[in-house]
T-cell receptor, first 113, second 110 residues
Framework: DTGVSQNPRHKITKRGQNVTFRCDPISEHNRLYWYRQTLGQGPEFLTYFQNEAQLEKSRLLSDRFSAERPKGSFSTLEIQRTEQGDSAMYLC???????????FGSGTRLTVV | TQLLEQSPQFLSIQEGENLTVYCNSSSVFSSLQWYRQEPGEGPVLLVTVVTGGEVKKLKRLTFQFGDARKDSSLHITAAQPGDTGLYLCAGDRTGNQFYFGTGTSLTVIP
């Protein structure tokens, strides 16, 4: 297992366009998390899946954001009608359980111009 | 408003010096973790502490969870340039997610 994989690593998009990011977690991990991190700050929680069920969403996740995890495997995070304020690093993490800690991917750096 | 406040926010020290980073909250956590993050990469888990007063050591790093499980500290002995990075604490309150602190950016100068 090569860890948590995120694609793409970098994405530059024009304001108003839609973008989609993919996360492939560690295969044995049933928990998957999305976080957003701006420069010099700690990651902020966006949403959490246990298997295919999305169990919690942050209020940061406006109606322009949607996340899926079909069949409890990989996950996608889509941002519609991107805004400059969406520019950030989007991190995906997986875990076999809450007390085990997260394994993070390398993130997707989004720049909205 | 951040649930976990870390101090200092920035720290620049000479190789060989000791340092302590603090993670404080008014909330009680069932467990707390420390991560280190390098530029352009995701955070990497260093340690998990779950019992009030618990102390864990990882080579030159010593982690302590406060007795009331509201705060934690990370002490590094004889810092090395390879310790440079963003140190993040993260606490679990709900069982569904970890809340991350504001981060401490450490630079160790050779």
């Amino acid at each position: 297992d090569t860890g948590v994989s995120q694609n793409p690593r970098h994405k530059i998009t024009k304001r108003g366009q839609n973008v989609t990011f993919r996360c492939d977690p560690i295969s044995e991990h049933n928990r998957l998390y999305w976080y957003r991190q701006t420069l010099g700050q700690g990651p902020e929680f966006l949403t959490y899946f246990q298997n295919e069920a999305q169990l919690e969403k942050s209020r940061l996740l406006s109606d322009r954001f949607s996340a899926e995890r079909p069949k409890g495997s990989f996950s996608t995070l889509e941002i519609q009608r991107t805004e400059q304020g969406d520019s950030a690093m989007y991190l995906c993490a997986s875990s076999p359980g809450q007390t085990y800690g997260y394994t993070f991917g390398s993130g997707t750096r989004l720049t909205v111009v | 408003t951040q649930l976990l406040e870390q101090s200092p926010q920035f720290l620049s020290i000479q190789e060989g010096e000791n340092l302590t980073v603090y993670c404080n909250s008014s909330s009680v956590f069932s467990s707390l973790q420390w991560y280190r993050q390098e530029p352009g990469e995701g955070p990497v888990l260093l340690v998990t502490v779950v019992t009030g007063g618990e102390v864990k050591k990882l080579k030159r790093l010593t982690f302590q969870f406060g007795d009331a499980r509201k705060d934690s500290s990370l002490h590094i002995t004889a810092a090395q340039p390879g310790d440079t990075g963003l140190y993040l604490c993260a606490g679990d309150r709900t069982g569904n997610q970890f809340y991350f602190g504001t981060g401490t950016s450490l630079t160790v100068i050779p």
